[in-house]
Every structure is written in structure tokens, then in C-alpha cells.
């Protein structure tokens, strides 16, 4: 059985800035590429950032700049720091993990308002 959990979010005013962790754990091997989506309410579930096993990073044009993936590939954890926040940047964040199988983490509410 494999677990994510994924921790981090909460209330940020505009500007400020947010640390997402996100740890895999139980039977999973091989972790490839790991992941960060969101998804805001009534809108599809879109990719905000990805690293893969060799540390490439790719990124949504809309976050360029001001988010940051990382990964700890001895603890099966991905992060995702999230600066210069913006109220559009509201959704919950999921992490995905790509082994055998994806693997979604259960989200985390991150909301962006004065």
C-alpha cells in the first residue's frame, strides 16, 4: 500500500509564501517523476510543476519565476516553495508520484487573500 502526505498549505495574504511537502511512503520502488497540481473550484486539475528522478524541472508558464520544486530522493519527498503568492494561485495542491503507478496525495487547501 502506498501513502502520500502532503502537508503545508493554508491562508497566505498576496505576497507572502508557502512550503508544500509532500512524503511517499509504504510499497513503492522506482520513484520517477514526482509532481505538483492544482486545482481551483470549477476548473480542471492542471500541473504546476514536476522534477523528475535526474532533477529536471518543468513548470507552468503561470508559476515561472515564483515557485520552486525540489526533492529529497533518500526520504521520497517533493517539495514545492511557493513565493510571491497570488490570489489566482488559490486551489487545492495535490502531489503526484510516478512509479509502477501514479499516486495522488489526498490535497492541501492553499488560499491567497487580503
Known amino acids: 500500500q502506498v501513502r502520500l502526505v502532503e502537508s503545508g498549505g493554508g491562508l497566505v495574504q498576496p505576497g507572502g509564501s508557502l512550503r508544500l511537502s509532500c512524503a511517499a511512503s509504504g510499497s513503492i520502488f522506482r520513484i520517477t517523476t514526482m509532481g505538483w497540481y492544482r486545482q481551483a473550484p470549477g476548473k480542471q486539475r492542471d500541473l504546476v510543476a514536476s522534477?523528475?528522478?535526474?532533477?529536471?524541472?518543468d513548470y507552468a508558464d503561470s508559476v515561472k519565476g515564483r515557485f520552486t520544486i525540489s526533492r529529497d530522493n533518500a526520504k521520497n519527498t517533493v517539495y514545492l516553495q511557493m513565493n510571491s503568492l497570488k490570489p489566482e494561485d488559490t486551489a487545492v495542491y495535490y502531489c503526484k508520484v510516478h512509479s509502477a503507478y501514479d499516486y495522488w496525495g489526498q490535497g492541501t487547501q492553499v488560499t491567497v487573500s487580503s
Open positions: 522534477i523528475t528522478s535526474g532533477g529536471s524541472t
